[in-house]
RNA sequence: GGGGGUGUAGCUCAGUUGGUUAGAGCGAUCGCCUGUCACGCGAUAGGUCGAGGGUUCGAGUCCCUUCACUCCCGCCA
């Protein structure tokens, strides 16, 4: 027998009843009545209650024992009398008489309580990070992880992929995020860069011949943090499929996706099968190009009305005039919703930069009219040209935003959000998946007023490939699609462009000479000119899915060893100061810090 | 880089209009308690009110600067 255990924590029941047994565990509770002393020892399993009292020599040392020492006792197994059984624990109907213990691990003063709901700094929860793990919520999360993980696992096994591992160190991509960087010993002044994804490796795998590859990925990007995305590093469910169309990655997805959430959560996915929003539509209807599905309200183009000579509402019609749209989100019978319900939005749209929501409700008397501050400007038949281009019914309301297009995005999307949450819309017992398709393969730079990139550089173009007009780049659309789940961008892939010389083509339009792409993508320009498979591919953040799977709104939550916002890991104390010798050998030199 | 929030005991927080010696719960220490499961009861210790400066007879409280944490914008192909 083990000499620490001879079961874990959560393991005796009714029918252990009068067996000697050893347990081991951290103290999570004590309760001491001064001749009788109750013990819950906890490990990762469940928790078990131990009791000891006068009688026994060992009581008064074990008294004084602090909480979370880890200890080991042998004991005998007795039944709880009907009124003592602990419903809230599986052990609840038995309980541990102690005869001996011992101390395995002592315990100094806690910084933070390990049994308790309370909620904790940050700060002090990272520096106490194996503390913090201990905690029920959050030991519960990474053990879903793993499971998620491994589920994931075996599904991509079953669905005949082959896990690869790719480089770390690899080169710097010039595209994309800013890259984290590794000094070369070897080839002083020389960097590698972590890879901010495995991209080209996962297609130089599809030009190998692998034909389906999956990797539990971690990717690098040195980029600031945010509630769902952590500084540093994440993990990605990497995927690249050969010989594919669009439709062929969308079909595994789903199926993986829909799997795993009705694997893993109670709450029920509104579609089984994913709804499909075209990124131009998804911008218009959402203002984003990451819609909450569970959302019901959508935005509407009513830009044109403001040219009616019977619209006198003069603060619009000039801005339109000079080059802004006018978008709206209507409400449905929210006639009767207090005055307050509508300052409060306009409230709110002006704290976030704004210039505010105008409104009015939809009325009809004898004739339809509009109620509230700029409803006096609209005519009845304006009004009911409204209604027809938004469906507005009497008795809704109407909430316009006048500004130019991307602000105007920006604004009614936040709106959208925050009007559905006001009128408790939004039904949070549900997963909403969606696809966003057709997304441009580039965009204008508004400052610098160059054609960039949108996404990925090396999607595939849509449309057929000889009469694409490279003189309109913003017109050509990319086989680029993400994942959206509940609002949350769940992952981003594409159709490959396995074709040299169209690649060459694209980047010259984003800027880039034949001799730059050479150069910068030498390793995959060179394999596409060896007999590339038409291949694409897709990679799903893993933290954001555990995170929805855990309902949780904070990625830290899932994640075991999470750094602070500012990339800084306060438990190991990195980054670090690094000594003169190793710099020496790495060929740097510091600059004098001020 | 910019904006918001927070910062008071080991932890979570309260602290009125600027006014005597800065409080509570949990935790710690000590004592009492044989059926608790957030056990109960009593006592004790524990504070650079994030830091620095200013206004004031007097600052946890008002002002300025700064630091830390966090949320957001920028950024994240």
Redesign the pocket.
Known sequence: MNKYRSHNCNQLRKESVGTDVILSGWIN?K??????L?I?LRDNYGIT?C?I???NSNFKELE?I??ETVIKIEGKVVD??K????K??QT?EI?VVIQTFNVLGTCK?????VF?D???????R?RYRFLDLRRKKIHENIILRSKVISYIRNQMNEFGFLEFQTPILTSS?P????DFLVPSRLNPGKFYALP??P?QFKQLIMVSGFDKYFQIAPCF?D???????SPGEFYQLDLEMSFVEQNDVFKVVEKLLVNTFNEFSDKKLLFNKFPRITYKDSMLKYGSDKPDLRNPLIINDITEIFSRDDVSFEIFKKLVKSGSKVRCIITKNTKDKPRSFFDNIDKWAKEQGASGLAYFTIEKDKEVSGKGPVGKFFSKNSIEEIMKKTGAKVGDSIFLACARQIELE?ITSLARDKIARDLELIDDSVFAFCWVVDYPMFEKNEITNKI??????FSMPQGNLDDLNFDDPLNILAYQYDIVCNGIELS?GAIRNHIPELMYKLFSVAGYSKKDVEQKFSGMINALSFGAPPHGGIAPGIDRIVMLLANEK?I?EVTMFPM???A?DLMMNAPSEINEKQLKELNIILKDKK
């Open positions: 509770k309760r001491d009545h001064g001749n009788l109750f819950d209650q009791i009292n006068k009688d004084k602090q909480l709880r009398s009124d003592t059984i602990n809230e624990i609840g309980e003063e806690l910084p933070l309580p308790s309370q909620e904790y700094s940050e700060e002090i990272l991509s595209e994309g995020a800013r901010q994804a991209q990007r980029e600031d943090a945010r509630a769902d995305r920006k960039e990139f949108s996404h990925n550089p981003s904070n830290r602070n916002q500012n800084q």
